[in-house]
């Protein structure tokens, strides 16, 4: 990785500068048996219609023997610098990378004997920036205090798919999950939506209820906007406290959790609202003619139970899945620790070179900006565990708060 170095540079105003541009390229290897046939044991015998006893059976999968890696290629551009005798520390990057010839799991007609198998296909391209500002407002022989803010942008594209696809479902299922579609951002969220007038007014039917359309679109984007991160530590000696608070901007979900805790009625949100009111969903009626052609739009005017807005018009009861969206905006006091260092004296006596003993706490309070506020759900748990999907929360467990001591000993 080329660098350039100019230490000293500025009369001690500039401490340090480092310039640097970096090249790479890695693989992605696919998970085992996705290029090789294989039979499934099956530990229990079991007869079939014919009387054979069956012990193995044929994989659903299609192995596919001219699988490659993914290619992975990045191109890095970045600054590093400490200026006024290291009380400020800048680094700064801009990366682009892309991956060719993506692993990607491709649906097979049952009529061949297999569901799936795997092929190279697509390019999908990120671009970003990454920054880091570390200041240091107080340094003296026992104090020192830093803090530190961290900002990351991403933007994703697929750029392009196999040959005669324009999507490729990347996680849930084929009317409601993560897709890659040429030209969009990576897992798009796509389900069933709410037709609009064209004026971008909701259309309600003739029962008071959203009409929804034939077919499913997309009504979300997982990725966020930007990210950052505020860092702090204050030492005195040989005690310190330091603590993190995260903030995601933007970037969708689909969340159970939200919508659940309301549309039962169980969420603290409603303990001032009056549930026996009628409402009237917010929208327009369609006006036709007599062949059924649309003809204009009237302000919607049909009363519903409180239990038809909040339960039957949300993905919960069956609503369109694009009344379950929220904007993901959120923040987290990620942790707090308060460690102290026993002194030399003490730890030479043991024939050790330090223990230090912190108190650490984790996940401590958040926030989902953008979503009842009592429904507490959290925007940074994923249905989908640590696969590829994003953006779904499907009434998840809640997050726990953690506590804990460490002890580091240093021999």
Do not use: C
Request: glycine share 10%.
């Amino acid at each position: 990785m080329p660098t350039a170095a100019f230490p000293d540079f500025g009369a001690g105003v500039l401490d340090f500068l480092k310039i640097r541009v970096a090249y790479g390229t890695s693989a992605n290897f696919a998970t085992p048996y996705l290029t090789t046939p294989y039979l499934g044991l099956n530990s229990q015998n079991r007869t079939d219609a014919n009387g054979n006893v069956i012990t193995s059976r044929q994989a659903s999968l299609l192995a596919n023997p001219n699988l490659k890696p993914e290619l992975l290629k990045e191109t890095e551009v970045g600054i590093e610098s400490q200026l006024f005798e290291n009380r400020i520390k800048l680094n700064l990057s801009y990366y682009d990378r892309s991956a060719k010839d993506q692993i990607i799991r491709r649906p097979l007609d049952p009529s061949t004997g297999y569901s799936a198998t795997f092929i190279n296909a697509g390019v999908i391209s990120n671009k970003g920036i990454e920054a880091s500002l570390t200041i240091t407002p107080v340094k003296t022989a026992d104090w020192t205090w830093d803090i530190t803010g961290n900002f990351t942008k991403n933007v994703s594209k697929v750029e392009s798919l196999p040959e005669g696809s324009k999507e490729i479902l990347v996680n849930g299922f084929t009317n409601l999950g993560n897709f890659a579609i040429e030209g969009q951002p990576i897992n798009v969220i796509k389900g069933s939506y709410t037709e609009k007038a064209p004026d971008g007014q909701y259309i309600i039917n003739e029962s008071g209820n959203y009409k929804i359309a034939n077919e499913i679109g997309i009504i979300g984007n997982p990725n966020p906007k930007w990210m950052g991160s505020l860092i702090t530590s204050l030492s005195w000696k040989s005690l310190s406290f330091g603590m993190q608070w995260d903030y995601v901007n933007g970037g969708q979900t689909l969340s159970y959790t939200a919508q659940t805790m309301v549309g039962r009625g169980v969420a603290k949100d409603l303990e001032n609202f009056d549930p026996t009111l009628p409402l009237i969903l917010p929208g327009v009626l369609e006006t036709t003619d007599g062949s059924g052609n649309v003809t204009g739009y009237t302000p919607n005017n049909l009363p519903l139970t409180t239990a038809g807005v909040f339960f039957g018009n949300t993905i919960i009861g069956g609503g369109p899945n694009d009344r379950g969206i929220y904007d993901a905006t959120r923040v987290r006091f990620r942790e707090v620790s308060l460690a102290y260092s026993l002194p030399k004296s003490v730890v030479s006596k043991m024939k050790l070179r330090g223990i230090n003993v912190s108190l650490v706490g984790n996940n401590l309070w958040f926030r989902a900006i953008n979503a009842p506020k009592y429904a507490h759900a959290d925007f940074d748990r994923t249905a989908f565990g640590g696969s590829n999907g994003a953006g779904f929360d499907f009434l998840g467990g809640p997050s726990a708060r953690r506590y804990g001591v460490n002890v580091k000993v240093t021999f």
